[in-house]
């Protein structure tokens, strides 16, 4: 009886401790679950600042590295601008048969060309105001550009003067008669307008032209005057020195010498002085137009051409 009554005690006590041992368990469980969950919003906190410090030095960072590319593409565009702006050639405007070319100086000269492409289509032949047929058009320029230059390859010095009047092998053509020639200027002015017209009609004139084209539609008197001054304009190229050149004049002689056999001695008789260039006041004259009517327009349609691009 009295050892199960010690047994009794022993278990009582053993029941005691485990009871106790379990609820200071759950109690430091709770503790932890208490710590844990009042420590955790630090903590986050802590790796949210974290996070946002590596975030904000990996944008650093990386706008450092973009600033460093942006700037080594700067540096490559303007290596390759400062290469490009050292090649003088580039602001170096050279005529028909000559081409740029860099001397050791740095500075950029026109020369005649060497050489001229063979052509072997038979079109590509053009005859010239001497009756003589060259290969191709490059031929010309290059024995006008010897002459000028004095270059030992000069065929003589009327070469100097040597231009195009048109495409093919020169070919006998008939006489200009004289009832034909009083007649041309009036035919010449009738060609100029439609040709204007028509451009505009096909949206293909410049609207500074094209300003020009419907003043001289409404307008008789500035009629065959606005499509001279047109043409004209249009046939001084570079350089614009008030001027039209032989040459200049290739794009009207040349399409009509098949046609109007005597465009040739019209062109001609234009140039009063002999000087192998036609100004505007020649060409209104020789156009019959009242002096009156000729007014040099060319600055303010090179202008508004500029404005326009």
């Known amino acids: 009886m009295r050892t199960k009554l010690q047994l009794l005690l022993v ?13 200071q368990q759950r109690r430091r469980k709770f ?16 790796m949210n600042m974290l996070e946002a410090d590596e975030i904000a030095e990996e944008a650093a ?15 490559m565009d303007g290596s390759k601008l400062r290469s490009l702006q050292a090649d003088p050639c580039l602001d170096k405007h050279c005529g028909a048969g000559r081409v740029c070319k860099n001397t050791e100086e740095g500075t950029a ?13 038979p079109r590509r032949k053009v005859c010239t105001n001497y009756n003589e047929t060259f290969g191709s058009d490059c031929e010309v320029y290059q024995a006008r550009c010897f002459c000028d230059t004095n270059d030992a390859r000069c065929r003589g010095s009327d070469y100097q003067h040597v231009h195009i009047e048109y495409y093919g092998e020169c070919r006998q053509m008939p006489m200009c008669k004289e009832e034909d020639m009083a007649d041309f200027p009036r035919r010449m002015r009738d ?19 094209l300003k020009m084209q419907r ?39 040349a399409p009509l010498m098949a046609l109007e056999h ?36 060319c600055d303010e349609l090179v202008e508004a051409n500029y404005e326009q691009y």
């Open 11 to 23: 278990a009582l006590f053993l029941a005691v401790l485990i009871t106790d041992a379990s609820a």
């Open 109 to 121: 000269e026109c020369v005649c060309v060497e050489v001229c492409n063979q052509e072997v289509d």
């Open 191 to 209: 060609w100029l307008f439609n040709i204007m017209r028509d451009l505009a009609d096909r949206q293909e004139l410049a609207p500074h032209y």
């Open 61 to 75: 960072a990386a706008a450092e590295d973009a600033e460093v590319i942006l700037e080594n593409g700067r540096n």
């Open 262 to 297: 005597c465009i040739a001695p019209f062109l001609d008789s234009c140039d009063v002085d002999d000087d192998h260039k036609i100004t505007l006041i020649e060409w209104g004259k020789c156009l019959q137009l009242d002096e009156d009517d000729i007014d040099d327009k």
């Open 215 to 253: 003043e001289a539609e409404t307008n008789h008197t500035l009629r065959w005057a606005n499509a001279a001054i047109w043409k004209w304009c249009d046939l001084d190229g570079h350089p614009h020195d008030r001027a039209v050149s032989r040459h200049e004049l290739f794009p009207i002689r």
């Open 31 to 46: 503790h932890r679950r208490r710590t844990t969950t009042t420590e955790s919003p630090a903590q986050n906190e802590m």
